[in-house]
């Protein structure tokens, strides 16, 4: 028989955490993303269990563990996205397409971007279709996976050339570098730079995630042979550290020493790996890079210091 309606309670679901979400898909797919990866896909996914699986299984398929800003989106879901999409006049396509690009759109830049007529008239066309609409002054996707959509639409040099004029209306520093990383065809020292300087203010505001992906990034453009390799090597590492990414940490480790000169250099980059693999309970692995790295320092004091602490710290478990 049917219950009461005042026997019944409706309680409200909301979006699953980014640390529920990791639990789902180590669950139902055995998939153990890193922090970076795991953050796009909560947000691609809006807390959505459906979505953040099937996200998953895209990812599966492919064979991918680590990204940036975009995100496999599975054809069960595709197309229901890119029939709205489709929808869209060619103002409104101009409106959602920038606004996809963007950390946080607003209709400010959207209009310093497009103009006034277009940036209106394509957020009136956007609100209508149900796929954005404006909250002051923010642009708000109906759901962050249109947004992942349109953004995966846009071809390569289509991409680059729409991150190249966001480079010009977007003045804040972090995301003015991260526009100009994106419209960069190829390697760029001068971008790079810019890179690890907006990785710096990043990691002052307390995001080293966007740090260590600005700081990536800034390895990616530069060129090969570059003497700043090491560097942006060993920062990009420290700041994944701080991420709580062990794993990219000691993998960005190990290719700073590829570019480390023998000596300090490379006594620097071994001891930082042995600082990791302490961390993480290798003992003998950090046992054994602390020595390697005693061996090759030279005139560094306080280095000589750290590595015999770290050292004597293995020595007393």
Do not use: C
């Not at 590829?258 to 042995?274: K, M, N, P, V, Y």
């Amino acid at each position: 028989s049917a219950v009461a309606a005042q026997r019944m309670t409706e309680i409200p679901l909301g979006p699953l955490s980014a640390r529920d979400t990791d639990l789902l898909l180590s669950a139902t797919l055995s998939l153990d993303l890193p922090p970076s990866t795991l953050s796009i896909l909560h947000r691609t996914s809006g807390g959505n269990p459906l979505y953040a699986v099937e996200i998953g299984r895209a990812l599966q398929r492919r064979g991918w563990t680590r990204l940036d800003s975009t995100m496999p989106i599975p054809d069960s879901l595709t197309g229901l996205v890119r029939d709205r999409l489709d929808t869209l006049s060619p103002a409104g396509t101009d409106v959602v397409e920038a606004a996809s690009a963007l950390s946080q759109p607003t209709a400010q830049v959207l209009e310093a971007l497009l103009g006034p007529d277009t940036s209106g008239n394509g957020l009136e066309d956007a609100a209508a279709a149900g796929i954005a609409s404006l909250d002051g002054d923010l642009v708000r996707f109906a759901h962050p996976l249109i947004a992942a959509e349109a953004y995966a639409g846009l071809g390569t040099a289509h991409r680059q050339n729409l991150h190249r004029r966001l480079a010009t209306v977007v003045t804040e520093q972090v995301e003015h570098a991260r526009h100009l990383a994106l419209s960069a065809a190829g390697p760029d020292e001068s971008v790079a730079r810019e890179l690890d300087l907006a990785a710096e203010r990043a990691h002052a505001r307390g995001a080293p995630d966007a740090a260590a992906d600005l700081a990536e990034r800034a390895i990616s453009l530069t060129p090969a042979g570059g003497s700043s390799l090491r560097t942006r090597h060993a920062s990009a590492a420290q700041y994944r550290m701080w991420a709580g990414d062990a794993a990219r940490a000691r993998e960005l480790l190990e290719s700073a020493l590829q570019h480390a000169s023998a000596g300090d250099e490379r006594a620097d980059i071994l001891f930082r790996l042995g600082f990791i693999q302490q961390l993480v309970g290798d003992w003998l692995a950090a046992e054994d890079l602390g020595l390697q790295a005693l061996e090759e320092v030279m005139n560094d004091v306080q280095l000589t210091i750290q590595i015999k602490l770290l050292l004597g710290g293995i020595s007393h478990i």
